[in-house]
Protein backbone atom coordinates (compact mmCIF):
# COMPACT_ATOMS: atom_id res chain seq x y z
CA UNK A 1 0.00 0.00 0.00
CA UNK A 2 1.87 3.01 -0.92
CA UNK A 3 0.01 6.87 -1.29
CA UNK A 4 -0.74 6.37 -4.65
CA UNK A 5 -2.94 2.95 -3.65
CA UNK A 6 -2.71 -0.08 -4.20
CA UNK A 7 -1.57 -2.07 -7.56
CA UNK A 8 -2.12 -5.51 -6.32
CA UNK A 9 -4.98 -7.16 -7.69
CA UNK A 10 -6.54 -4.53 -9.42
CA UNK A 11 -6.21 -2.28 -6.72
CA UNK A 12 -7.27 -4.18 -4.22
CA UNK A 13 -4.91 -4.72 -1.14
CA UNK A 14 -6.47 -7.29 1.85
CA UNK A 15 -6.21 -5.52 5.27
CA UNK A 16 -3.95 -6.83 7.82
CA UNK A 17 -4.83 -10.42 9.63
CA UNK A 18 -5.06 -10.53 13.59
CA UNK A 19 -1.16 -12.12 13.77
CA UNK A 20 -0.05 -8.89 12.03
CA UNK A 21 -0.47 -6.87 15.12
CA UNK A 22 2.94 -5.49 16.75
CA UNK A 23 4.73 -5.49 13.36
CA UNK A 24 6.40 -2.85 12.40
CA UNK A 25 5.36 -3.19 8.62
CA UNK A 26 1.81 -2.23 9.31
CA UNK A 27 0.64 1.07 7.77
CA UNK A 28 -2.51 2.96 8.55
CA UNK A 29 -4.31 3.82 5.03
CA UNK A 30 -8.07 5.56 5.26
CA UNK A 31 -8.60 4.10 8.97
CA UNK A 32 -7.84 0.62 7.55
CA UNK A 33 -4.14 -0.98 8.67
CA UNK A 34 -2.60 -2.28 5.81
CA UNK A 35 1.28 -4.70 5.52
CA UNK A 36 3.33 -2.08 3.53
CA UNK A 37 5.19 -5.33 2.75
CA UNK A 38 2.87 -8.02 1.40
CA UNK A 39 -0.57 -7.15 -0.54
CA UNK A 40 -2.18 -10.02 0.92
CA UNK A 41 -1.04 -10.85 4.37
CA UNK A 42 -3.23 -13.54 5.46
CA UNK A 43 -1.60 -15.51 2.66
CA UNK A 44 1.78 -14.77 4.36
CA UNK A 45 0.15 -16.46 7.40
CA UNK A 46 -0.83 -19.19 6.15
CA UNK A 47 1.58 -22.11 6.17
CA UNK A 48 3.06 -20.84 9.75
CA UNK A 49 4.49 -17.41 10.36
CA UNK A 50 5.53 -14.66 8.05
CA UNK A 51 8.40 -14.59 6.47
CA UNK A 52 8.47 -10.67 6.74
CA UNK A 53 7.42 -10.31 10.10
CA UNK A 54 9.50 -7.79 12.54
CA UNK A 55 7.59 -8.95 15.73
CA UNK A 56 8.20 -12.88 15.55
CA UNK A 57 11.27 -14.18 16.52
CA UNK A 58 12.33 -17.48 14.28
CA UNK A 59 13.34 -20.43 17.31
CA UNK A 60 16.75 -21.77 16.49
CA UNK A 61 16.61 -25.22 15.95
CA UNK A 62 19.57 -26.50 18.37
CA UNK A 63 20.68 -30.06 16.83
CA UNK A 64 22.54 -32.28 18.54
CA UNK A 65 24.73 -34.51 16.41
CA UNK A 66 24.18 -37.97 17.04
CA UNK A 67 26.99 -39.66 18.59
CA UNK A 68 28.55 -43.26 18.20
CA UNK A 69 28.86 -44.62 21.79
CA UNK A 70 31.44 -46.80 20.45
CA UNK A 71 33.99 -43.91 19.01
CA UNK A 72 33.04 -41.60 22.46
CA UNK A 73 34.77 -44.30 25.06
CA UNK A 74 37.61 -44.34 22.30
CA UNK A 75 38.26 -40.52 22.77
CA UNK A 76 37.47 -40.35 26.22
CA UNK A 77 39.95 -43.28 26.70
CA UNK A 78 42.50 -41.26 24.33
CA UNK A 79 42.54 -37.89 26.99
CA UNK A 80 43.36 -39.95 29.99
Do not use: F
Request: hydrophobic letters at 30%; proline letters at 5%.
Amino acid sequence: MTAKGCSYNGGLCHEIVEPCDGCNRRVEYLSAWYCSASPDPSKKWKLGNCNLATHVKAAAAAAQAKVNPLKASKRASKKK
